[in-house]
């Protein structure tokens, strides 16, 4: 079973910066992870943020295209998303999602095919 535990989220000017964090435990071996974020902002449905691969590829929706960076260190099984620049509108519950893969030389990974959620961070933007 997969856990991730997102946090750094806060209240700041427009203008400001925060990294969020998200801390996974309980990979398989025989896995891959892809991990995006999520955010929701009251009355409004959940919408992508960015992605990175297994693989280190990432990717953004254009609203936070050069404002915001997505990185991740495998030896802490974390994954950070700068956002810098921050705008009102960016205020939003974030969350993290996990979806597992199998490795390709792997017979089996028990986990794939599953999504897993965080509990969320919560980011405010005031103007």
């Known amino acids: 079973q997969v856990r991730l535990v997102e946090s750094g989220g806060g209240s700041v000017q427009a203008g400001g910066s925060l990294r969020l964090s998200c801390a996974a435990s309980g990979y398989s071996y025989y896995c891959r992870y892809d991990i995006k974020w999520y955010r929701q902002a009251p009355g409004k449905e959940r919408e992508f943020v960015s992605m990175?691969?297994?693989?280190?590829?990432?990717t953004y929706t254009d609203s936070v295209k050069g404002r915001f960076t997505i990185s991740q260190d495998n030896a802490k099984n974390t994954v950070y998303l700068q956002m810098n620049s921050l705008k009102p509108e960016d205020t939003a519950m974030y969350y993290c999602?996990?979806?597992?893969?199998?490795?390709?030389?792997?017979?089996?990974?028990?986990?794939?095919?599953?999504?897993?959620w965080g509990q969320g961070t919560q980011v405010t933007v005031s103007s």
């Open positions: 999602n996990a979806n597992a893969y199998t490795k390709p030389w792997a017979a089996y990974c028990s986990q794939a095919g599953r999504g897993y």
């Open positions: 990175i691969a297994s693989d280190g590829t990432t």
